[in-house]
Nanobody, 126 residues
Framework: QLHVVESGGGLVQPGGSLRLSCVASGFSWNNYVVGWFRQAPGKEREGVSC????????EYAASVSGRFTISRGNAEKTVFLEMNSLKPEDTAVYYC???????????????????WGQGTQVTVSS
């Protein structure tokens, strides 16, 4: 089973940018999809984005489409989430997750992912 660790969270002003990183360890990286989820206080965990390691296809939640970009890093077993034009409502704990399959589903549901990181806090505030 893949093990994932995320990093890169912090405090940023509205309109600013952050880049989150997800580094994986384990086998069969090419047979996995990697997703980003977030959970704000008092709210359910919601899907943000997903990328297929083998095909590169991506999916985005409507709330972040056009502002966030998910990508595979040049280093092996690394995925990034580039977040631009951040808004206060983007404030949440962001989680990296992975699952063994070739393609992302167009819906982003936590139950479809088996390996989870511990989360990194992103706070958007002036």
């Amino acid at each position: 089973q893949l093990h994932v660790v995320e990093s890169g969270g912090g405090l940023v002003q509205p309109g600013g940018s952050l880049r989150l990183s997800c580094v994986a360890s384990g086998f069969s990286w090419n047979n996995y999809v990697v997703g980003w989820f977030r959970q704000a206080p008092g709210k359910e965990r919601e899907g943000v984005s997903c990328i297929s390691i083998s095909t590169g296809n991506t999916e985005y939640a409507a709330s972040v489409s056009g502002r966030f970009t998910i990508s595979r890093g040049n280093a092996e077993k690394t995925v990034f989430l580039e977040m631009n034009s951040l808004k206060p409502e983007d404030t949440a704990v962001y989680y990296c997750a992975a699952d063994q399959r070739l393609s992302c589903f167009d819906h982003l549901l936590p139950g479809d992912f088996s390996s989870w990181g511990q989360g990194t806090q992103v706070t958007v505030s002036s």
